[in-house]
Every structure is written in structure tokens, then in C-alpha cells.
């Protein structure tokens, strides 16, 4: 009976290993606003946005990283270039 109950722990779910990571559809997500945050980031850095808003949005795309990345792309600072 302990054999059963120990074979079940260290076998996970469906005789999976509970300690191997799973690279899926979860981490290409994550590898996908990683680089949009990246890149918001770095336009953030060059916009014309006066330091203080260039600190609070870089703190806001960093902190909460979709949400961020989200309201930084409709309502962040634009790019003032020429």
C-alpha cells in the first residue's frame, strides 16, 4: 500500500515528472510580452516624454507586464522624433 502511494506521488498526473518544466503554448506567451515589453521599453527610452513620465511608464510596463504593455501601446507617450 505505501509502494502505491509513493509510486502515485513521484509519478505527478498521468505519470508525468512534476519537476520537469513544459515549454508550450504558456512560455511563448511569456517570450511574447517579454520582447513587447522590451520593446516598449526602449521606445519609451526615445520618445520625447519628459523623464518623470518616461520613469512612471517604464515602471508600469515593468510591474505589470501585459496590463502594461497594453495600456502603454493606446495610451503611453509617442514617439517625437523627426
Known amino acids: 500500500m505505501a509502494e502505491g502511494l509513493l509510486g502515485e506521488v513521484q509519478g ?3 505519470g508525468e515528472d512534476p519537476t520537469m518544466m513544459h515549454f508550450g503554448y504558456h512560455g511563448l506567451w511569456g517570450l511574447l510580452v517579454l520582447a513587447g515589453d522590451i520593446w516598449a521599453v526602449i521606445n519609451i527610452l526615445q520618445s520625447a516624454a519628459s523623464n518623470d513620465k518616461k520613469l512612471i511608464w ?3 510596463v515593468v510591474l505589470l507586464p501585459l ?3 497594453i495600456l502603454w ?3 503611453g507617450p509617442r514617439n517625437g522624433r523627426t
Open 12 to 14: 505527478g498526473a498521468g
Open 58 to 60: 517604464i515602471l508600469i
Open 67 to 69: 496590463l502594461g504593455l
Open 73 to 75: 501601446y493606446f495610451l
